[in-house]
Nanobody, 124 residues
Framework: QVRLVESGGGLVQAGASLRLSCAAS???????MAWFRQAPGKEREFLAS????????HYATSVKGRFFISGDKAKSTVDLQMDNLKPEDTAVYYC??????????????????WGQGTHVTVSS
């Protein structure tokens, strides 16, 4: 059973940066790791992913250029560097892991393992 643990959330002011980290344990059968977020009253949305199997990275249009994903396949870790944060980035951020194919890499159904989430609050 894969276990994901996120860290790095918190309260920051608009314009600040935060770095989220996620570590997976329990299995080496992970093809990709990703970050999603869910704001109050909204659906969970994809942010960024790193596919170890093909060495590709995907970003949501809404965060491209401000958020950057990096990771270590050998350690099964993935980070999300978030720059120039805005109040609308306030959400619970989730780490995910799985074996998505190209058509599912930006969707929730591409990932079978999820972390508990870490809160990010951006004040104006």
């Amino acid at each position: 059973q894969v276990r994901l643990v996120e860290s790095g959330g918190g309260l920051v002011q608009a314009g600040a940066s935060l770095r989220l980290s996620c570590a997976a344990s329990g299995s080496t059968e992970i093809g990709a790791m990703a970050w999603f977020r869910q704001a109050p009253g909204k659906e969970r949305e994809f942010l960024a992913s790193r596919r170890w199997s093909v060495g590709t990275t995907h970003y949501a249009t809404s965060v491209k250029g401000r958020f950057f994903i990096s990771g270590d396949k050998a350690k099964s870790t993935v980070d999300l560097q978030m720059d120039n944060l805005k109040p609308e980035d306030t959400a619970v951020y989730y780490c995910a892991a799985g074996r998505p194919i190209l058509s599912t890499v930006t969707t929730m159904r591409g990932y079978s393992h999820w972390g508990q989430g870490t809160h990010v609050t951006v004040s104006s």
